[in-house]
Structure formats: C-alpha cells, structure tokens
C-alpha cells in the first residue's frame, strides 16, 4: 500500500464525510451571515464607496427601494454576501479535508500553490475593478444623462451591478492558471497563442462584452485591456515555466 495515500473507503463512507462537510459549511455560512447581519450599515456604506467617488463634489446621488420590503431583504442579502466572503477559508478547509485523503503527497504539495495563486489573482482582479474601474464607469455613466435628468438608481440594481462586475473581473483573472494548466497538460504553448493574438483579441473583445453587466463600451474595455495583459502573462509563464508540452512546433 502506499504511504503517501490514505486507504481506499468504502462509497457509503465518503457520502457520510461529504455530508457532513457541507453541513459544516452551511453552519459556518448561517453563523457568519447571522454575525454580519449586525453590520449591514456599514457593509452599504463600502458598497457605496464607487458611487460616492463618481458623484461630482456637492452633489449626492440616493440609491431607492421600490417596495416595502426592499430594505429588509437587501440586508439580509447583504449578510449573506458578507457570510460567503468571510466563510471561504473555513471553506476551503473542509474542501480541503475532503479530498486531501485521496491525493498523492505530490500531488498536496502541487495543490495548495495553486489555491494560493488563484485566490490571489481573484483578490487583485475584485479589487482592481471595485477601487478603479467602477469609478470610472459609474462616472462615464452619469455623465452621458441629459441636462437636468437626475438619475434614480435603485439599490437593487446597484448592488447587481456592482457585484457581477467584481466577480466577473475576479474570474477573469484566472487566466494564467488556466493557460499554465493547459500547458502542463500538453494542450496548448506558448508559440501557439503567439500566432493566435488576433484571435485571443476578437475572443477578449467577446467575453468582456459577456461578462460585464452593463452595456456600456467603457466597462467592457476597462475589462478588456488588463484581459489582454493576463494574455500575454500567459505566453510568458507558458515560455519559461512549461518546458516541456505535448504539442510539436508547427513548421512554416
């Protein structure tokens, strides 16, 4: 038997362990909301915070509910996004238990880097769009409304557009890890997306038009160009940290 992995458990075993996984996961989401919920007030106010910095100086935009219990469930959904945030490591742990008994010791040790760095990249492409890009957008956007028209957002649609932004810019970010794990597999290299930026910029062009909420040029070109930036991030890890892959050069 081999020492750098668990032995095998019978299928009914790992239902039970994946079932109480989630339910540890689902406490840890319920109490973190249920904490979190005392802190809504403050939570809006940093969702604000891009509205406020595109707002010109004097002025302050309000953000509406259209029905009774509006406010109340945007608290609660507040909670909730708070709780999921604040939840991931404790996530991540028993994800982690979960499947580190049916991993090789090798293969731990290749995967707790690749959380890292995913989790990073997530982290810097969220907080790239919150603290520039909305900004930006949100000020592009207000200016394009005519003279004396007084925009009246509802906070609804607000907090959907801020959020799907985020995520959308964190996720996006992942793209060097994809390319590295495709290289790793053999099914891509660096020359081969090289000779394919014309198309990478038509397929850029293509999902930052996908995955950015609004319609607005500005938000999917403030999505495109750091895109194309991880792009070519890639052919440099794909260059000189893949040194070996499946796919032959091509000869011209």
């Given amino acids: 038997m081999n020492e750098n992995k668990a032995p095998d458990m019978p299928i009914l075993e790992h239902l039970e362990e994946l079932r109480w996984r989630i339910i540890k996961i689902m406490i840890a989401l319920c109490v973190t909301s249920i904490a979190c919920y005392f802190f809504t007030d403050t939570f809006f106010r940093w969702i604000r915070w891009p509205l406020d910095m595109a707002t010109p100086p004097g002025q302050v935009i309000n953000l509406n509910y259209l ?3 509006e406010s109340f469930s945007v608290r609660i959904r507040l909670a909730i996004l708070a709780g999921v945030f604040i939840s991931i490591p404790i996530t991540l742990f028993q994800i982690w238990r979960f499947v580190a008994p049916g991993l090789y010791k090798h293969e731990r040790r290749s995967i707790l880097p690749l959380v890292f760095w995913s989790s990073l990249l997530f982290l810097v492409g969220s907080a790239m769009c919150f603290f520039w890009v909305m900004p930006i957008t949100i000020k592009f956007l207000l200016a394009l409304a005519p003279e004396n028209v007084v925009p009246m957002l509802t906070i609804n649609e607000y907090i959907n557009f801020v959020m799907w932004t985020t995520v959308s810019f964190g996720l996006v970010f992942q793209l060097p890890l994809v390319a590295l794990f495709l290289g790793k597999l053999g ?7 090289a000779r394919g930026r014309r198309y990478a910029i038509v397929g850029i062009a293509f999902v930052a038009a996908v995955v950015t909420p609004s319609t607005d040029a500005l938000s999917m070109i ?8 991880l792009y070519e991030v890639s052919i440099w890890l794909l260059r ?13």
């Fill in 222 to 229: 403030l999505l495109a160009l750091p895109l194309y930036l």
């Fill in 187 to 193: 099914l891509i290299n660096w020359r081969m997306m």
């Fill in 67 to 69: 029905r009774i219990g």
């Fill in 240 to 252: 000189f940290r893949v040194n070996k892959t499946a796919i032959p050069e091509a000869k011209p």
